[in-house]
T-cell receptor, first 118, second 115 residues
Framework: GAVVSQHPSWVICKSGTSVKIECRSLDFQATTMFWYRQFPKQSLMLMATSNEGSKATYEQGVEKDKFLINHASLTLSTLTVTSAHPEDSSFYIC??????????????FGEGSRLTVL | AQSVSQHNHHVILSEAASLELGCNYSYGGTVNLFWYVQYPGQHLQLLLKYFSGDPLVKGIKGFEAEFIKSKFSFNLRKPSVQWSDTAEYFCAVKGRGSTLGRLYFGRGTQLTVWP
């Protein structure tokens, strides 16, 4: 299957700083990428949908100014957690869709990035 | 709004036992349904998916799932589990016709298989 890579896989930061997480599709072009957040023992919560060259679409309850998403190219989307606080500590997962058709395109997932805010 | 319910949070089985994990969803239109698996320390992988046609779909590693529209269910089954099936299993739904193609997940079921 297609490969989606996230970087960093693990990051620790101080409260108040900003952290950027990258999501790359390594062997395909992804017109759409999705960002999820996963709490321990819980499901993946969809945060936002990122389309190349346009603004991200955020799910209800997700602060767009807190979680900045940029999808500047067909192979790269970034999530920046601004002014991070301990409650932002979580596992962030991105996924990418290879085909243009949202009804048939399979999603491929990155390995996830674990953020710990001290 | 779409939602996905997985009834079993943690299932413990012995090798060779049969498995069935429940998944129910709520959505007002036609859906695509998925089961993903997450092995310890690894990323999510697609087990199987249903888009249309035969409601009984077969996936990798001997897994299958049956879509029952009247029950809004998409239960995952395997006749004989192996120790290597120990993982977390997620059911997911995507509404067809959604221009964004967003995928919504259940909270997951942790499967532990004892050798």
């Amino acid at each position: 299957g297609a490969v989606v890579s996230q970087h960093p896989s693990w990051v620790i930061c101080k409260s108040g700083t900003s952290v950027k997480i990258e999501c790359r599709s390594l062997d395909f072009q992804a017109t759409t990428m999705f960002w999820y957040r996963q709490f321990p023992k819980q499901s993946l919560m969809l945060m936002a949908t990122s389309n190349e060259g346009s603004k991200a679409t955020y799910e209800q309850g997700v602060e767009k100014d807190k979680f900045l998403i940029n999808h500047a190219s067909l192979t790269l989307s970034t999530l920046t957690v601004t002014s991070a606080h301990p409650e932002d500590s979580s596992f962030y997962i991105c996924s990418a869709r290879a085909l243009l058709d949202p009804n048939t395109g399979e999603l491929f997932f990155g390995e996830g990035s674990r953020l710990t805010v001290l | 709004a779409q939602s996905v319910s997985q009834h079993n949070h943690h299932v413990i089985l012995s090798e060779a036992a049969s498995l069935e994990l429940g998944c129910n969803y709520s959505y007002g239109g036609t859906v695509n349904l998925f089961w993903y698996v997450q092995y310890p320390g690894q990323h999510l992988q697609l087990l199987l998916k249903y888009f249309s046609g035969d409601p009984l779909v077969k996936g990798i590693k001997g897994f299958e799932a049956e879509f029952i529209k009247s029950k809004f269910s998409f239960n995952l089954r395997k006749p004989s589990v192996q120790w290597s099936d120990t993982a977390e299993y997620f059911c997911a739904v995507k509404g067809r016709g959604s221009t964004l193609g967003r995928l919504y997940f259940g909270r997951g079921t942790q499967l532990t298989v004892w050798p």
